[in-house]
C-alpha cells in the first residue's frame, strides 16, 4: 500500500508560478513511477507530466516548457513546478503512484488538489 498526499494548490493570476508537492508513504521501495493528473470541469482526467524510477521525465505538449517535475527521494516527494500559468490549466490536480511489478502494477492515487488560475 502507498499513500500520497498532495498539497501546494490555490488560486493565481495568469503568468503566475506554483508549486504542487506529493509526499508517499508506505510500500515506496516498489514504486516505479509518480506523476501528475489534472481533471478540469466536464473533461476527462489527463496526464500532466511522470518521473519514473530513474529519473526519466514525460510531459503533456501543453505544459512542456512551462511546468517541471522533480522528485526528492530523501523525502519520497514529488513536486510539480508550475511557471507561466494559464486560465486553461485550471483543475483539480491528483498525485498518481505506479507500484509493484512491471507486468501487473498497482495505481494509487492522491485525494487531488485544486489549481486555479485567474485570467
Known amino acids: 500500500q502507498v499513500q500520497l498526499v498532495e498539497s501546494g494548490g490555490g488560486l493565481v493570476q495568469a503568468g503566475g508560478s506554483l508549486r504542487l508537492s506529493c509526499a508517499a508513504s508506505?510500500?515506496?521501495?516498489?514504486?516505479?513511477?509518480m506523476g501528475w493528473y489534472r481533471q478540469a470541469p466536464g473533461k476527462q482526467r489527463e496526464l500532466v507530466a511522470v518521473?519514473?524510477?530513474?529519473?526519466?521525465?514525460n510531459y503533456a505538449d501543453s505544459v512542456k516548457g512551462r511546468f517541471t517535475i522533480s522528485r526528492d527521494n530523501a523525502k519520497n516527494t514529488v513536486y510539480l513546478q508550475m511557471n507561466s500559468l494559464k486560465p486553461e490549466d485550471t483543475a483539480v490536480y491528483y498525485c498518481?503512484?505506479?507500484?509493484?511489478?512491471?507486468?501487473?502494477?498497482?495505481?494509487?492515487w492522491g485525494q487531488g488538489t485544486q489549481v486555479t488560475v485567474s485570467s
Open positions: 498518481n503512484a505506479r507500484v509493484g511489478p512491471l507486468v501487473n502494477e498497482d495505481i494509487y
Open positions: 508506505g510500500s515506496i521501495f516498489s514504486i516505479n513511477a
Open positions: 518521473i519514473n524510477s530513474g529519473g526519466s521525465t
